[in-house]
C-alpha cells in the first residue's frame, strides 16, 4: 500500500482549500442514497447508512439533505432514485494507474465523461482488469489527532496517539495505521471496518469517516512536481463529473519530491 498516506496527504491539503463544496455535497448525498437503497432506510440496522450520513454530517451536508437521500435511496416518494456503480481504469503520466469509481444513473454519460477526462489530459483508458488487479478493496477508517472534548461547559482539545488507537482496535482486526499528518488511518478487511470502527467509538474516541476504499498494493514513485502537477490536472478533470464518485490512484511521491511540497504548504 505505498504511496497512499503520501499522496492521500497532499490531496487532502489541496481539497481543504478547494471551493468545489456543491460537487462535494452531491457525492456524499449520493452515497446516503446509494447506503439507503441497498441496506434500507434505518441506520440503526443499516451500518453503511450510518456511516454515509455520520460522514456527510462531518463535512455540513444540512440535515435537511440528509433526509431527503435517505427517502429517495429507500424509495419513498416519486423521486426515487436507482444508481449503478462503474469501474473504469486508466493510465495516467509516468504510467501511474488510476482506478475510477462511478455511481450514475446513466452509463453512456458515465463512460463519455471519464474518456473525455482521461484523454485530453494525457492519460490512456486501460483495458479492463489491467489496473485494477493493482489494487486492494480495503475498509479504511479516519480518526483525527486533534479532538474536540466536552467537560461540563468548557471544550477542550485532546490529542489522540497512535498507541491509543492500536490499544482501541486491540480485538478489531486492524492491519495497518498510517499517519497521515493531522489523521490517522485504520487499514482493515472490508468485513471488519464496522467493527473497527465501533472499537473506536467505544474508546471514548470521535472518527473522521468509515469507507471501503480501493488501496494500491505497489506504489508508482514520482519524481517531478510537473509530473505530480499534471496526475493532478488529470484527477480534478476526473472529478468534475457528478458520475464520479471516488478516483483512486497508486501514486508515490518520492521522499525528497514530498519534503519539497510539504516545505511549501
Excluded at 479516519?142 to 482501541?168: F, H, S
Amino acid at each position: 500500500m505505498a504511496g497512499h498516506s503520501k499522496w492521500a496527504t497532499t490531496k487532502h491539503k489541496k481539497a481543504v482549500i478547494d471551493a468545489k463544496r456543491g460537487k462535494l455535497f452531491a457525492k456524499l448525498v449520493k452515497n446516503v442514497e446509494v447506503a439507503a437503497r441497498v441496506g434500507g432506510g434505518d441506520p440503526g440496522g443499516n451500518p453503511a447508512l450510518y456511516d454515509a450520513i455520520q460522514k456527510a454530517k462531518k463535512n455540513s451536508v444540512p440535515n435537511d439533505n440528509i433526509d431527503r437521500a435517505v427517502k429517495r435511496g429507500s424509495g419513498v416518494g416519486s423521486d426515487a432514485v436507482n444508481y449503478e456503480t462503474i469501474m473504469y481504469e486508466a493510465y495516467g503520466p509516468d504510467g501511474v494507474a488510476i482506478l475510477i469509481e462511478c455511481l450514475t444513473d446513466n452509463r453512456n454519460r458515465a463512460v463519455s465523461d471519464v474518456r473525455v477526462a482521461v484523454t485530453r489530459n494525457g492519460g490512456t483508458i486501460a483495458d479492463g482488469g489491467s489496473v485494477q488487479r493493482l489494487f486492494e478493496r480495503k475498509g479504511v477508517v479516519t480518526v483525527a489527532k486533534k479532538q474536540e472534548v466536552e467537560e461540563g461547559r468548557k471544550t477542550t482539545t485532546r490529542e489522540v496517539t497512535e498507541d491509543e488507537l492500536l490499544e482501541a482496535t486491540l480485538e478489531a482486526n486492524v492491519e495497518d495505521v498510517n499517519d497521515n499528518g493531522d489523521e490517522f488511518e485504520l487499514i482493515c478487511d472490508p468485513n471488519d471496518m464496522v467493527e473497527v470502527r465501533k472499537a473506536v467509538q467505544a474508546a471514548g474516541i470521535d472518527y473522521n469517516s468509515a469507507d471501503v476504499s480501493f488501496m494500491p498494493s505497489f506504489g508508482q514513485v514520482v519524481t517531478e512536481r510537473e509530473v505530480v502537477e499534471k496526475i493532478e490536472k488529470l484527477v480534478d478533470a476526473l472529478e468534475e463529473s457528478d458520475d464520479v464518485q471516488n478516483v483512486y490512484t497508486n501514486v508515490e511521491l518520492s521522499p525528497e519530491l514530498q519534503a519539497a511540497i510539504e516545505a511549501e504548504d
